[in-house]
């Protein structure tokens, strides 16, 4: 069997609107300017507290557990207020109808939390695709691989038949670090340049050209 891992925010679903809002939410409710878009940008991908600490890096402990707080709360409120603004990226369900068959596994490896994870599956009707799931709430944040290599561990799936399609170095790093392949999504978060420093092995312009690619990785 094959296993082929998904990124959700910048890969399946467009979500910066709803990242920004809850991030000037927690800063202004903190005291603090929000960061610009271009530096949220950078650390989409990571957990709640990673993030934090790469935008505001001379806070003090204390402090960085309160803005996570702010931050976490946030999300909360705009998910329960059904104020998510995320929209799947083109041609992403009709990808998945062709990659979801009896060779594959499709799994999800993201930053975001559970909760966020769900209601993203629950609104854009997708959550079947997965036969498994990590999120932040699982462990360390990517780079780090141990979530990504309890995930294939999980499976019983070989590293040589794993690919992981990510928008930004953090899911190309991760998948690096585990020693497994990876696909950059050229239409996310991080550069094409980034992408390929990072280590991709291919970059893909559109969802729809991935099974081919996959094929072409890790044999059809």
């Known amino acids: 069997m094959r296993l082929i891992i998904f990124d959700c925010d910048g890969t399946l679903v467009d979500s910066q609107k709803s990242i920004m809002n809850?991030?000037?939410?927690a800063w202004e409710s903190f005291g603090l300017n929000p960061?610009?878009?271009?530096?949220?940008?950078?650390?989409?991908?990571?957990?709640?507290q990673d993030s934090v600490r790469v935008l505001e890096p001379d806070l003090n402990e204390n402090d960085y557990g309160k803005l996570e707080k702010e931050f976490y709360s946030a999300f909360v409120n705009l998910n329960e207020q059904a104020k998510i603004e995320e929209e799947l990226f083109p041609n992403v369900v009709e990808t998945l109808n062709v990659l979801n068959d009896d060779k594959s596994y499709l799994a999800v490896l993201t930053g975001k939390g559970n909760l966020g994870l769900q209601n993203t599956f629950k609104n854009k009707n997708i959550g079947?695709?997965?036969?498994?799931?990590?999120t932040s709430d699982c462990g360390p944040g990517k780079p780090n691989p141990q979530t990504m290599n309890e995930l294939i561990a999980e499976l019983g799936v070989e590293k040589e038949s794993v690919v992981m399609i990510g928008d930004t170095t953090h899911d190309i790093l991760t998948a690096k670090n585990a020693g497994v392949k990876s696909?950059?999504?050229?239409?996310?978060?991080?550069?094409?340049?980034?992408?390929?420093?990072?280590?991709?092995?291919?970059?893909v312009d559109d969802f729809s050209n991935l099974p081919s690619v996959i094929d072409t990785l890790l044999g059809s």
């Open 183 to 203: 696909i950059g999504v050229s239409f996310g978060y991080h550069s094409v340049g980034e992408l390929v420093k990072a280590g991709a092995n291919e970059i």
């Open 35 to 48: 960061p610009k878009l271009s530096s949220v940008l950078q650390v989409i991908g990571l957990t709640i």
């Open 22 to 25: 809850a991030i000037v939410t």
């Open 128 to 134: 079947e695709y997965f036969i498994a799931t990590k």
